[in-house]
């Protein structure tokens, strides 16, 4: 079976930094999509980050320069590094994976990122 674990995430002030994790099991991280995709109250889901299954490596125009996607050599542990945040980077923040970027079958149960 499928799993996603995201943690990492926290209250933070303007211009800080967090690492989210999310673990995986279940799949292999070459064979599908995985990234991030948030949700601020009120807001549509936005997708933050991927990571495509030939390794190339996409961001939001709103978090690119400030936020930064990778792995473990091991391939079960997906990292969001978050640089430079600002309030407007407030949300649930989800990891997911699937076959495309916009069609994440699999989801974990969120962190949460509050930046004030």
């Known amino acids: 079976d499928v799993q996603l674990v995201e943690s990492g995430g926290g209250l933070v002030q303007p211009g800080g930094s967090l690492r989210l994790s999310c673990a995986a099991s279940g799949f292999t991280f070459s064979s599908y999509y995985i990234g991030w995709v948030r949700q601020a109250p009120g807001n549509e889901c936005e997708l933050v980050s991927f990571?495509?299954?030939?390794?190339?490596?996409h961001y939001a125009d709103s978090v690119k320069g400030r936020f930064t996607l990778s792995q473990d050599n091991a391939e079960t542990v997906l990292y969001l590094r978050m640089t430079g945040l600002k309030p407007e980077d407030t949300g649930m923040y989800y990891c997911?994976?699937?076959?495309?970027?916009?069609?994440?079958?699999?989801w974990g149960q969120g962190t949460q990122v509050t930046v004030s």
């Open positions: 990571i495509r299954s030939d390794g190339h490596t």
């Open positions: 997911g994976v699937g076959p495309g970027s916009r069609d994440f079958r699999f």
